[in-house]
């Protein structure tokens, strides 16, 4: 009996040792919060962002209108255009959808409901790393502004940002 506790014991110190001298000789790292969401550095890219955007005024007398994204709509759609990347599975997503819904889109503006999870390339071609990324493009599809808009899902917030 003695000796089963000793050797759970001696385990036991084993394990707390190699734990402490693992923390010990670990060298300390920041993380940013592209690695915490598991991006690699290499993965990231940072978006160039154009300095005269080409896009035209927002027409008023167009009504707002809040589509689903295909390979033709941002040729085929006038006026302000904003890609909205969003995941069903996301509340924060699922809560600016629905504050759009109620609200309306502003005149003008064709706000483009992207599936997260279904276009890496898009996300890749704009540097979105989060879902509930706003993403504001020309009429080529050229960048002009993004921001994430996870702490503050609103349609306001969209206005404040980008229109």
Sequence with gaps: MNKKITL???VILLCIGGSLVFLLTK???????????????EEVQTPTIQENPTTQPAATNVPGKY???????????????????????CPQCRSLESDINSKGVPSGVTIIKVDY???????QQYGVTLQTTI?????????VDKFVAYDDPTLQAIKDRLL
């Design 8 to 10: 759970v014991a001696l």
């Design 27 to 41: 060298p300390k790292q920041t993380e940013t919060k592209e690695q915490q969401i598991g991006l690699s550095t």
């Design 67 to 89: 589509v689903d994204y295909s390979s033709s709509v941002i040729a085929e759609t006038s006026g302000t255009k904003i890609l909205f990347f969003h995941a069903p599975w």
């Design 117 to 123: 999870d279904s276009n890496q390339a898009l996300r």
């Design 135 to 143: 993403v504001k493009i020309d009429d080529n599809g050229n960048l």
